[in-house]
């Protein structure tokens, strides 16, 4: 089985870290991929993904006006 993980993220770094730090405590079988969707956060969620969680793909959206067109 494989399985996608998708979180849209708005300015919730620290709940992303705790998420995805349980995920890794808890999947029991390998995730095909994990994808944050960031709404134009200001705080420092696509560092903290860059140097802790590297394989997760970290996508921008282009701005807070076009979050529901994702």
Same mark, same amino acid.
């Given at each position: 089985?494989?399985?996608?993980? +998708? +979180? $849209?993220?708005?300015?919730?770094?620290?709940?992303?870290?705790?998420?995805?730090?349980?995920? @890794?405590?808890? $999947?029991?079988?390998?995730?095909?991929?994990? +994808?944050? +969707?960031?709404?134009?956060?200001?705080?420092?969620?696509?560092?903290?993904?860059?140097? @802790?969680?590297?394989? $997760?793909?970290?996508?921008?959206?282009?701005? @807070?006006?076009?979050?529901?067109?994702?």
């Amino acid at each position: 089985m494989k399985l996608s993980v +998708i +979180i $849209v993220n708005w300015n919730s770094r620290d709940h992303v870290r705790r998420c995805l730090a349980s995920l @890794e405590r808890h $999947v029991r079988f390998p995730l095909h991929e994990v +994808i944050v +969707i960031d709404s134009g956060s200001h705080d420092g969620c696509d560092k903290m993904l860059a140097h @802790e969680f590297p394989a $997760v793909r970290f996508l921008q959206s282009r701005s @807070e006006e076009h979050t529901s067109e994702l």
